[in-house]
C-alpha cells in the first residue's frame, strides 16, 4: 500500500511517542496496524489524521474516554452532533466550576498574604498569623485536584 508509515515516523508526524500510539491503538482510538512482512506495524494517512484528531480533540480539554466516544463518525449525522453539544456544554459547566472554585480560593491566598504583609509591617503580633490559621482551619486548597490523569497525558 502507498505511502504507508511505520510506528516511528507516523509518532513523530503527529508529534506523540511510539508509545502513545501503541496505547492508542490498546484503547481502540486507533484501529489495529497492519503489518510488514517482517512484522513492522503499517499505518495509512488516515490513521496519521485520527491520531491528529485525537491530539486536537485533548488540547481542547477531553480525555480519552470522551473522545473515543465521539469518534465513530466525527460528527457525520446530526445525532452525533447532539452527542458532541452535549459533551462540550458538559465541558464548559465543569471549567465554570471550577473557575469559580479557583477565584475562591484565589481569594482566601490574597487574604493570607495581606495578613502576612501586616504582620511583617509590625502591625500584628510577633508570628505569622498565616501559619497558625492554616494549622488550625479546614482545608482552603482546592476540593479537586486540577492535574490531568495519566490517561489525559499521553
Known sequence: MPNELKIGELASAAGVSPDTVRYYERLKLL????????GY???????????RFIKQAQSLGLSLSEIKEILPG???????????????SSKIA???AKIAEMRSFRKTLAAYLRECEEALAGKRGSHCPVLFEIAHSPSTAPK?????????KL
Do not use: H, I, N, W
Open 41 to 51: 506495524r503499517l499505518y495509512t494517512e488516515q490513521d496519521l489524521e485520527l491520531l
Open 31 to 38: 484501529p489495529r496496524a497492519g503489518r510488514s512482512q517482517a
Open 74 to 88: 466525527r460528527g457525520a449525522s446530526f445525532a452525533e452532533c447532539r452527542r458532541v453539544r452535549d459533551l462540550l
Open 94 to 96: 465543569q471549567l465554570d
Open 144 to 152: 479537586k485536584s486540577f492535574k490531568k490523569s495519566k490517561e489525559d
